[in-house]
């Protein structure tokens, strides 16, 4: 792995709740280094926007995602963005039993695709890991896609399991 993946997978780590009640999942970081828990990115943007909108604002937007038991996690744990299409599906293809071995340790009570392009692997993924939690997907928030994936995550939002009791929003 990576000195920047390295860095990434330790970020994503510190932003890991305990109980994980809703698990999103990504293709991958993006190679630019523009991860989502870094903050200020197109994805953290777009999923603040629905979140908000389904659920009210938050003071500190990672920090009521993560109090909800709510974690990114992606399919591939290396950049895809800048491979070539067949080299990304290989890639993608590839990291299902990872992934699986991931969802079977979180054992989430729910499940959002964030690129519908994967949710066939992340379902795959899901099956082989038992897992019994209801499954989502939206398209991916960009190429045009905004208000599509706006659409769809106001939606869920508000059925996805997150942890209660908590005092997150300002």
């Given amino acids: 792995m990576s000195h920047n993946m390295e860095a990434v997978e330790a970020t994503r780590t510190r932003f890991r709740p305990e109980r ?3 698990l999103f999942i990504g293709e991958s970081a993006p190679a630019s280094g523009d991860f989502f828990y870094y903050g200020n ?5 777009h999923l603040r926007i629905a979140v908000e909108l389904a659920l009210g604002k938050s003071d500190d937007f990672l920090a009521a995602f993560k109090a ?11 950049p895809v963005d800048k491979l070539s299409l067949l080299e990304r599906e290989e890639k993608c293809l590839g ?4 992934l699986a071995d991931r969802v079977a340790q ?11 392009r ?7 993924a899901a099956v082989a890991a038992n897992s019994t939690a209801p499954r989502f997907a939206v398209p991916f928030p960009g190429m045009g896609n905004q208000k599509r994936f706006k ?6 939002i508000p059925t996805l399991p997150r942890l209660s009791g908590l005092s997150v929003h300002g």
């Fill in 95 to 98: 990291a299902q039993i990872s």
């Fill in 151 to 156: 659409a769809e995550m106001v939606r869920i």
């Fill in 68 to 78: 909800y038991g709510w974690y990114l996690d992606d399919l591939v744990l290396e």
């Fill in 118 to 124: 994967i949710s066939d692997i992340v379902e795959a």
């Fill in 106 to 116: 979180y054992q989430p009570l729910a499940i959002v695709t964030l690129l519908l």
């Fill in 20 to 22: 994980i009640t809703t």
């Fill in 41 to 45: 990115n197109a994805m953290l943007g």
